[in-house]
């Protein structure tokens, strides 16, 4: 449960290790929009927590278009479904329409939405789905596999760490590996987002306050993460977060815990 005072949304990586040793996974090569000379799409012109909602068919809620001009979306077989041009009285981004608690309507487009409003997946970029996250908050070493592996006592309080905001980027998108770090490393995890502003919530309200799950590669400069003494720089290089391509909603992952990759 997220327990700080945020005004916006957080992504909550889970499960990330400080040494490399968990799974990983490898970012392949992105998609990009125009590459068949065609005009790229994608660039157009609470205090109280609600149960989860389980009217709500599963959705998988994406991010789409150049980086710092993405548009929201909604992924449905091979098609991405605009939902700006679907509806211009929808929010410019996907992070406004959670916290405006929109997604019923984002449902009823799907069935009513107009055939040029939907794009082939294979022509966008798909960038991070919440493209401006307030926080990235990681939990390490939070199973005990992991810690025994590594020898290490589990901690007797979760083991907290943040990523920079500013190193998220799209799934597919390339990383920069730069100069700053000689031992890059990668790790998948699971990321939770949270969707309500929230504090001291109690087991039973805490799904209520989750917008989605999806994944993110915890990228590390391992050299600067033990060199520092400390990890926030070793954690936060620019493209140190690639996550998504989508945000699947919780009913579509009922049980997190149970995911094996």
Not at 162 to 170: D, Q, T, Y
Not at 200 to 222: F, H, M, W
């Amino acid at each position: 449960v997220d327990e700080r005072d945020p005004a916006d949304r957080d992504v909550a990586a889970e499960g990330v290790s400080d040494d490399g040793a968990g799974g990983r996974s490898r970012i392949g090569p992105g998609r990009r929009e125009g590459e068949d000379g065609q005009e790229p799409r994608g660039a157009h012109t609470p205090t109280t927590i609600p149960p989860v909602r389980d009217n709500f068919p599963p959705m998988k809620l994406v991010s789409f278009g150049e980086p710092g001009l993405e548009m929201p979306g909604v992924v449905q077989g091979e098609k991405v479904l605009d939902l700006c041009m679907a509806d211009s009285s929808l929010p410019p981004s996907l992070r406004a329409i959670l916290e405006e608690d929109l997604l019923a309507r984002i449902r009823a487009l799907l069935a009513a939405a107009p055939a040029d409003c939907w794009v082939e997946a294979a022509r966008v970029r798909f960038g991070p789905p919440i493209p401006d996250p307030r926080n990235i908050i990681c939990l390490g070493l939070n199973y005990r596999d992991h810690a025994e592996e590594m020898k290490m006592e589990m901690p007797k309080s979760p083991l907290l760490f943040s990523k920079a905001a500013g190193a998220i980027a799209g799934a597919y998108d390339p990383i920069p590996l730069g100069t700053a770090s000689k031992t890059v490393d990668i790790e998948a995890e699971l990321a939770v987002v949270i969707g309500k502003a929230c504090k001291g919530l109690s087991e039973s309200d805490a799904p209520g306050a989750i917008a989605g799950y999806t994944i993110l590669n915890d990228v590390s400069g391992r050299d600067l993460q033990f060199g520092d003494k400390q990890w926030y720089r070793g954690k936060s290089q620019d493209g140190y977060a690639p996550f998504g391509p989508f945000l699947a909603t919780p009913d579509a992952i009922p049980a997190p815990h149970a995911l094996r990759n």
